[in-house]
């Protein structure tokens, strides 16, 4: 089993649908975090969680929902959402909060919001 | 605030060349560490090399190596040899040390590197 897993990988949704993007790690790191990178942006932080609670949320609007049950799971709930939220959305994890370790990153899930 | 500096948006080299990625980071913490990363077409973003702040010795991973000025707060990438598999989106990345809290790392926007047969 690969390090970080994404699902889906990609996702077509409507502005009124509500769909959920899963993320696994297999790493046995205690930090996970959602970034979202769009078209000519730098990759955008979300939300950061460790050890299942949540420590950052980066002025994220409502209509995306983090949830993480334990240290090897997150998900990201999506509920009427707009198309400029048409992005690749990953997910990292890592070991904290040692300096030197490095974010694991998952292969993404590709959004598109009609 | 912290903050990552990648000037070159694209650039092109012959493949077996030796290639500089620059980055300039901005940060008032005396602990940090920075990262490269690859990003290829299918999206996943690939750890290439780490630097931390204290480290005397420039980092060295195979063809990688990082050219750490910390005088100058740069961290430039070098790539020696290029292959055409190194064409990919390549991010500079740092992250301050935190006690407290899962400490986040912070992005440039990008080199797209683009390695020429």
């Known amino acids: 089993e690969t390090g970080v897993t994404q699902t889906p990988r990609h996702l077509v949704m409507g502005m009124t649908n509500k769909k959920s993007l899963k993320c696994e790690q297999h790493l046995g790191h205690n930090a996970m975090y959602w970034y979202k990178q769009s078209a000519k942006k730098p990759l955008e932080l979300m939300f950061v969680y460790n050890f299942k609670e949540q420590t950052e949320n980066n002025s994220v609007p409502s209509r995306f929902s983090p949830e993480c049950p334990n240290s090897s799971h997150l998900f990201l709930h999506l509920h009427t959402l707009q198309p400029e939220d048409s992005a690749l959305y990953l997910c990292?994890?890592?070991?904290?909060?040692?300096?030197?370790?490095?974010?694991?990153f998952g292969p993404g899930t590709r959004l598109t919001v009609t | 605030a912290q903050k990552i500096t990648q000037t070159q948006p694209g650039m092109f080299v012959q493949e077996k060349e030796a290639v500089t990625l620059d980055c300039t980071y901005d940060t008032s913490d005396p602990s940090y560490g920075l990262f490269w990363y690859k990003q290829p077409s299918s999206g996943e973003m690939i750890f290439l090399i780490y630097?931390?702040?204290?480290?005397?010795q420039n980092a060295t991973e195979g063809r990688y190596s990082l050219n750490f000025q910390k005088a100058r707060k740069s961290a430039n990438l070098v790539i020696s040899a290029s292959q055409l598999g190194d064409s990919a989106m390549y991010f500079c990345?740092?992250?301050?040390?935190?006690?407290?809290?899962?400490?986040?790392?912070?992005f440039g926007s990008g080199t797209r590197l683009s390695i020429r047969p």
């Open positions: 990345a740092m992250r301050e040390f935190s006690w407290s809290s899962a400490s986040k790392i912070i």
């Open positions: 630097q931390g702040s204290y480290d005397q």
């Open positions: 990292a994890s890592s070991q904290d909060p040692p300096l030197g370790y490095e974010q694991y």
